[in-house]
């Protein structure tokens, strides 16, 4: 906000001497200067004040003002903290306190590594990577554990590509990268598999309380407030506008889908950081495919590829 400009005074003829300027506090040397209070505590002393006052005139307010002044004594130090701050401190934080300190450097895979290439090999020294009893995030639908299995052997494995090794998943690395970012994951219940596993690899860094799921529809959206982050499947299972957009309501024997139409799920994943498409199974359920709009039935293959593709 700009600061509004003073204004000289105006111009005389006569020989009085001009009145004198608005009185000013002399400048505080640096020896003597003190800290000026900030708003907030000049504020929360003039309310102690009152709510003194008002002792003798109602047991309530006595009782109310007990406990404002007991919150005021052990939190008072937090009170002036958050009064010193500005809002750029929240929406601009300094990466330096974020910074994870003794963190092992990490090593990527080469560019020249096929990932798609390798073996799952048994691994009961690093992993599991979370454990499903502790993640409430997980719904039944993948849940093992939820359905019957009564070992917990399956959550030892993992994938060791054939000519490198992939890093440890490291949730602190993770969420610092994604500070105030979106990640999201568009498709079926593929890739919403992929989201519900990576909430659960990244929730039990985060503060009780400062997380969430929050389902509206199509969205499935995960909040890390302390990373100001979210972690978001959207569903949309051709990617393209269907008759099995509604997510609780979409086992249809003939799907249909408007191939020339992706506005309405488009505008959904507008602005965000990273986004995970998956499509494909939803596409191969039949043999033939309707599209809107057109009288003919597509081979499920030519429509993929003349859609997607």
């Known amino acids: 906000m700009s600061k509004p400009q003073q204004q000289s005074p105006p111009s005389t003829t006569t020989t009085s001497p001009p009145p004198p300027p608005p009185s000013t506090p002399p400048p505080a040397s640096s020896s003597s200067a003190k800290p000026t209070r900030p708003l907030a505590l000049d504020t929360l002393a003039s309310s102690s004040r009152s709510l003194l006052s008002a002792l003798r005139r109602s047991p309530v307010t006595t009782l109310v003002a007990a406990f404002f002044l007991l919150a005021l004594f052990m939190y008072g130090e937090d009170v002036r903290t958050l009064a010193e701050l500005s809002i750029d401190d929240y929406l601009y ?5 974020y910074n994870v300190s003794g963190l092992p450097p990490l ?17 009961n020294t690093s992993l599991p990577a979370y454990r499903e ?12 554990l939820a359905n019957g299995r009564p070992d917990h052997l399956w959550q030892y494995w993992r994938w060791q590509p054939n000519n490198c090794s992939l890093p440890t998943f490291d949730a602190r690395r993770f969420m610092e990268k994604m500070r105030g970012k979106r990640m999201m994951f568009v ?17 039990p860094i985060l ?5 969430k799921i929050v389902k509206r529809g199509s969205f499935n959206i995960f909040y890390a407030k302390e990373y100001r982050a979210t972690l978001e499947f959207y569903w949309a299972p051709f990617l393209v506008e269907s008759n099995s957009d509604n997510p609780n309501f979409h086992h249809i024997d003939q799907r249909i889908i ?7 799920h488009a505008n959904n994943w507008k602005d965000v950081d990273y986004l995970i498409f998956n499509t494909y199974i939803w596409w191969m359920n039949n043999e033939d495919i309707k599209v809107r709009s057109v009288p003919t039935n597509f081979d499920v293959t030519t429509s993929f590829n003349q859609f997607l593709v």
């Open 93 to 97: 934080p300094d990466a330096d306190f």
């Open 107 to 123: 090593i990527l895979p080469p560019p020249t590594c096929d990932l798609s290439r390798g073996r799952w090999v048994f691994d």
């Open 133 to 144: 009893k502790e993640c409430t995030f997980l719904t039944k639908q993948v849940s093992c």
């Open 258 to 264: 408007s191939p020339e139409r992706i506005e309405s």
């Open 187 to 203: 498709g079926d219940s593929l890739n919403r598999n992929q989201w519900e596993s990576l909430v659960c690899l990244v929730q």
């Open 207 to 211: 503060s009780k309380g400062r997380k």
